[in-house]
């Protein structure tokens, strides 16, 4: 049976040899190695990097998922296992689930012939990018699960804490940008040009106005510029400018409502000053949705296994692609307290590694009760 210092070890292991989004080639070697030391089957599916692990027997199944990628951020904490690929770090701990879920893995494996039913144990990749789930789902290793159930740490819980709510507990994460082409011109003949830059102050003015005028005072979304640029000197009026930013939302009829809106300005300020505007709008992943009853059950089972539980009154602003699968799956995606100064995908992140002592036992308790339900 590994012990919490096989835990560890795996998590170090992971977090000093850090892969970026659809490139965990090695880390996808590193699991399979793992698993195989303890005779855990892989599912033969059409992933180049993550992997589908099983265990049991029967017809009915759950799922227990983890992510597996890094982020493209220089580590500024100092260990003996620090990030030895530059310009990569677990600065979202995603090292931290997979240790946990392999610790899952292995322990479901020992009692294998007491389940009732198979456990498939989800290694992903790609969530940073939002579609690393929907990959997995599209496979059809899924279909029929009769649960699927995830963790994220969370740096402002302590350890031993543990959070979730029912129904919506994450906002979809949207992409949107703003490609403005004028025509440039010396500074002191305006006239013979068309200026992006008065077309730039207009748009970012009415896109901040999409949420306070558009939407009720008891709705909720964001609607966020991240990204300007126009022009490179003091005397020349530019040719183009460029806006990108970011819409977090709960509900899909706001979501439709801001794209639309972000179109209509787009297309309304080309024709009132004569510019072209490219709007792109990118849909990455959806609002995480827990299945009520099985929010019931976590709640349960984290008691059960010694987490001080709370209920959360609202959801999260943050992006979490699970939605691949909560969307399409019965599912419940929860919060534990991994206790980090800085939060995540800070390049300071550096979470309490005692959050491994009760993840696996939250999983392996939680397997057991759905696959003996009727």
Same mark, same amino acid.
């Given at each position: 049976m590994p012990q919490y210092e096989d835990y560890?070890?795996?998590?170090?292991?992971?977090?000093?040899?850090?892969?970026?989004?659809?490139?965990?080639?090695?880390?996808?070697?590193?699991?399979?190695?793992?698993?195989?030391?303890?005779?855990?089957?892989?599912?033969?599916?059409?992933l180049e990097t993550g992997?589908?692990?099983?265990?049991?027997?029967?017809?009915?199944? #759950? &799922? $227990? %998922?983890?992510?597996i990628d890094a982020l493209?951020?220089?580590?500024? @904490?100092?260990?003996? =296992?620090?990030?030895?690929?530059?310009?990569?770090?677990?600065?979202?701990?995603?090292?931290?689930?997979?240790?946990?879920?392999?610790? #899952? &893995? $292995? %322990?479901?494996?020992?009692?294998?012939?007491?389940?009732?039913?198979? @456990?498939?144990?989800? =290694?992903?990749?790609?969530?940073?990018?939002?579609?690393?789930a929907v990959k997995v789902a599209n496979t059809g290793a899924i279909d029929g699960a009769k649960a699927v159930l995830s963790y994220h740490n969370y740096p402002t819980l302590d350890i031993g804490e543990f959070a979730v709510k029912s129904g919506v507990i994450t906002s979809s994460v949207d992409r949107f940008e703003f490609k403005i082409k004028g025509k440039g011109a010396h500074a002191a003949?305006?006239?013979?040009?068309?200026?992006?830059?008065?077309?730039?102050?207009?748009?970012?003015?009415?896109?901040?106005?999409?949420?306070?005028?558009?939407?009720?005072?008891f709705d909720n979304a964001v609607v966020t510029i991240g990204e300007v640029s126009c022009g490179n000197t003091w005397n020349v009026i530019a040719d183009e400018a460029y806006v990108q930013g970011t819409v977090r939302s709960f509900d899909e009829d706001k979501r439709v409502l801001i794209e639309e809106r972000l179109r209509a300005i787009g297309s309304g300020l080309a024709e009132v000053f004569g510019v072209d505007?490219?709007?792109?709008?990118?849909?990455?992943?959806?609002?995480?949705?827990?299945?009520?009853?099985?929010?019931?059950?976590?709640?349960?089972?984290?008691?059960?296994?010694?987490?001080?539980?709370?209920?959360?009154?609202?959801?999260?602003?943050?992006?979490?692609?699970?939605?691949?699968?909560?969307?399409?799956?019965?599912?419940?995606f929860v919060f534990i307290g991994s206790n980090s100064e800085y939060d995540l995908h800070h390049p300071k992140y550096d979470p309490d590694e005692r959050i491994l002592e009760k993840v696996p036992d939250y999983f392996v308790t939680f397997v057991q009760k759905l696959l003996n339900e009727n």
């Open positions: 560890i070890n795996w998590r170090r292991t992971f977090h000093q040899y850090p892969e970026l989004s659809d490139a965990e080639y090695e880390t996808t070697k590193r699991i399979k190695r793992i698993l195989a030391s303890y005779d855990i089957k892989v599912l033969d599916l059409p992997l589908v692990a099983e265990v049991g027997q029967g017809d009915q199944f #759950v &799922a $227990v %998922r983890t992510d493209p951020i220089d580590e500024q @904490v100092k260990h003996e =296992f620090t990030s030895t690929n530059e310009g990569a770090m677990h600065a979202c701990g995603h090292d931290i689930h997979m240790a946990s879920v392999l610790g #899952v &893995a $292995v %322990r479901l494996k020992e009692i294998e012939n007491q389940l009732n039913g198979r @456990v498939r144990i989800i =290694f992903q990749a790609a969530e940073e990018l939002g579609y690393g003949k305006p006239e013979q040009g068309k200026d992006p830059m008065i077309v730039l102050g207009q748009l970012i003015n009415s896109v901040q106005s999409i949420v306070s005028r558009n939407l009720s005072a505007i490219e709007t792109s709008y990118h849909r990455l992943p959806g609002a995480v949705v827990n299945d009520e009853q099985l929010t019931n059950d976590a709640i349960a089972i984290a008691k059960e296994v010694g987490y001080n539980v709370s209920v959360m009154d609202k959801p999260l602003t943050i992006g979490e692609d699970f939605s691949g699968f909560s969307n399409k799956y019965p599912s419940v």
